[in-house]
């Protein structure tokens, strides 16, 4: 006896992370927590759906395979990147810029404003 | 120090110099085989071990053969006068032998144990004049610790014997105390002076003991002294190790995320997408005894929009259970497991997110928690009592503290450990993983704790000591949730799940032969059609596993020789959906069996 192929992805087994923070960023779909503001490097980024910013860490993403984009500020090596709970493609991650002058932006993702939702969080309270 | 040996070879128990003549020339009469050093030394010790056995003869007629003393004469001489209480003899023997110590320093020392022991005989048979005379001629003046002179002087007053004993504790010198003497003066002594005590009763030790160390599958209770020593010691894996699928549980409709025994190990709860939590009951055969069957018992429903069962929690006493949901978790439901009632279901606030709980001791207290910051502990009888706010909490155990308070320890999405206590508001990082946890399970003796961390493997903490004890690799990652649990009668085993559909079982105990670091692989169990989340030891039936797979089945692990029981005793193949056993969940585990030799 086989289940259907199902496609809805259960919370209770994906393993999701959560990076915490004062403001929380999640999934705009899903609610799927994904970084936060101390992660934040930029705003002044530009993506399919107009705004996005450029983060240094986020969790709870699937990567794509790599791809030859040229942007606006030159020729990149990119990973598309998606929600790992509902599979919405939110933004990329840059692997390789061959420009030296954009290679600060190499292992930061990009994440489009309008994909993702920004809540309020919580300070740690554990001190040590 | 070879002169020490010739002047007395041949002598065993300070017969004098009158009978070394005489056995000398049975010597010379005997012809000596030719030994090595580490064959002398093995005499050597051998014959300590025959002398202490008792059987003085042979030990002498080894000493004849072999040519070889036990030790120096004038250490066979000293022995022999320390035991028949010769404490002058003792004395002189004790003289020629300074020069061998190990430190000059410690004469003193061996001759103040010397006089103390003749001190205590002497006033243990009324001759307190003579007493008084050793105290003052022979202890005072080795000039040591102060301490012990006033505590020997003191004893003078003591009115009897057995006033004495108890005062002093001293047993006597009938109480094998002259013995005690001696043993307590070898370390003093290099070995080819004078033997360590019982040396060959300490090597055939460590040797039982480094067997045990390498022992595989070591699920025994015996203690190394009770071992045989003919031949090394290795349990056998099909008595211990579970390898066998004994039986297939298909009762769910969907992926199965839990599966936990109840503490007393009667009952089997699983759970999964499905949004039903199946509580089993296990049943030991009568015949043969000991190979248990799982049994469906009751069906309980949670709401389906719930997203499925996501944790299975038994109370300590095993009567309650407790589920949380995967997604909506703001409830948390409490059902009595023999009858099925719904005793409890608990909501707090809206915006919950419970996906975690473990129980306190007493049966009624839990804590509760998720990732999205609610941290509770709440009760059977009253419901929600505390919060703990701003912790994003991933697992939770709990574990009796020394004041008899409860710990909860919880893992955070900060990759801590810590520990809380709802009674007096006070916590502690225990510990710091290097990775995200993705799951925790405490051992049921509550001293070892299993982290499942992502990518990395199982880390066992102890929370004694609260160190890491071993990292264990060889399961396959991936991004799915895994649980792993502790078992065995001495907490010995770790399963956990796998992403490639198998079971991964380690024993804690086992180290490499060479002592090296190794990385510990885990024996593997076939079977599963998809990913297994979710592992459960039997705390009663040792060797009985569960597992709980994507592919909507639980799976009965059993050691082999159980197995084979078990399949011979059930003609009717019983299961929920008449799946019954399972023929292809052979093992394809690396385990070699031992055998131990037949006796000639």
């Keep these: 006896k086989s289940p259907e192929f199902n496609a809805s992805y259960s919370m209770g087994r994906l393993h999701i992370e959560h990076m915490g923070g004062e403001r929380v960023f999640s999934c705009a779909n899903c609610d799927c927590p994904l970084t936060n503001r101390q992660q934040l490097i930029s705003t002044r980024f530009t993506g399919a759906t107009g705004r996005a910013f450029l983060f240094n860490r986020v969790v709870n993403l699937d990567t794509s395979e790599l791809q030859d984009r040229v942007m606006l500020t030159g020729r990149h090596m990119v990973r598309d990147v998606s929600c790992r709970k509902c599979k919405t493609k939110l933004g990329w991650v840059y692997e390789f810029a061959t420009e030296e002058s954009q290679q600060y932006k190499e292992g930061k993702i990009i994440l489009e404003r309008a994909l993702i939702n920004e809540s309020e969080g919580f300070p740690d309270p554990v001190k040590d | ?600």
């Design chain 2, 1 to 600: 120090l070879l002169e020490l040996m010739e002047n007395g070879s041949g002598c065993l128990n300070g017969s004098g110099a009158a009978d070394s003549a005489e056995k000398a020339q049975q010597q010379q009469q005997c012809p000596a085989v030719q030994l090595s050093e580490r064959n002398r030394e093995a005499v050597r010790v051998i014959g300590q071990y025959l002398r202490e056995l008792g059987l003085a003869r042979s030990a002498e007629a080894l000493v004849l053969e072999a040519g070889c003393p036990l030790e120096s004469g004038a250490a066979a001489q000293f022995r022999s006068s320390v035991l028949l209480g010769d404490w002058d003899g003792a004395e002189a023997s004790l003289a020629s032998l300074r020069r061998a110590l190990w430190r000059e320093s410690s004469w003193s020392e061996i001759a103040f144990r010397l006089a103390e022991q003749r001190y205590l005989e002497l006033l243990e048979s009324g001759a307190h004049i003579a007493a008084l005379c050793v105290l003052r001629g022979k202890l005072t003046p080795l000039q040591l610790s102060p301490d012990r002179l006033h505590r020997l002087s003191g004893l003078i007053m003591c009115s009897g014997p057995e006033e004495l004993r108890q005062l002093s504790g001293w047993s006597g010198a009938a109480g094998g105390t002259r013995q005690a003497l001696l043993d307590s003066v070898e370390q003093f002594f290099p070995p080819s002076v004078m033997l360590p005590p019982k040396r060959l009763s300490v090597l055939l030790d460590q040797a039982v003991r480094a067997q045990v160390s390498r022992c595989r599958h070591h699920n025994t209770s015996l203690s190394p002294d009770q071992l045989t020593l003919l031949a090394d010691h290795s349990c056998q894996a099909a008595a211990s190790v579970p390898s066998v699928c004994s039986q297939v549980l298909d009762a769910h409709q969907d992926e199965v995320h839990v599966c936990q025994f109840s503490p007393n190990g009667r009952f089997l709860a699983t759970g999964g997408r499905d949004c039903v939590a199946i509580v089993w009951l296990v049943e030991a055969a009568a015949n043969p005894p000991g190979a248990p069957r799982v049994r469906h018992h009751l069906t309980l429903r949670i709401g389906e929009e719930r997203g499925g069962v996501a944790w299975l929690a038994w109370s300590p006493d095993s009567r309650l259970l407790l589920a949380c949901a995967a997604e909506e978790a703001t409830e948390v439901i409490v059902w009595e497991a023999e009858t099925g009632d719904c005793i409890k279901k608990l909501k707090h606030r809206d915006e919950d997110s419970l996906t975690t709980a473990a129980w306190l001791p007493d049966s009624n207290h839990f804590v509760v928690g998720g990732n999205r910051g609610h941290f509770y502990l709440c009760s059977v009888d009253v419901g929600f009592e505390k919060a703990w706010d701003f912790i994003r909490v991933v697992a939770l155990a709990t574990r009796r503290e020394d004041d008899g308070g409860t710990a909860v320890l919880a893992a955070d999405t900060f990759a801590r450990i810590r520990r809380y206590r709802f009674d007096t508001m006070q916590d502690e990082t225990l510990f710091r993983e290097d990775g995200p946890v993705m799951s925790m399970s405490i051992s049921q003796d509550e001293t070892l704790l299993a982290v499942c961390v992502a990518s990395a493997g199982v880390h066992l903490w102890d929370l004694r000591l609260r160190v890491c004890r071993r990292r264990l690799h060889g399961l396959t990652h991936g991004a799915y949730l895994l649980h792993a649990s502790i078992g065995g009668p001495n907490q010995d085993f770790v399963a956990s799940g796998s992403h490639d559909a198998r079971v991964c079982v380690w024993h804690r105990g086992c180290q490499a032969g060479d002592g090296a670091q190794q990385h510990l692989l885990p024996d593997k169990l076939s079977g599963h059609g998809g990913l297994v989340s979710c592992v459960s030891w039997n705390p009663r039936h040792h060797g009985m596993l569960a597992s709980a797979s994507d592919d909507c089945t639980v799976r009965i692990w059993l050691p082999a020789s159980l197995a084979a029981a078990a399949q011979a005793a059930s003609a009717d193949g019983t299961g929920p959906g008449g799946a019954g056993f399972s023929s292809n969940g052979c093992c394809s585990s690396t385990v070699s069996k031992h055998q131990p030799p037949p006796l000639l």
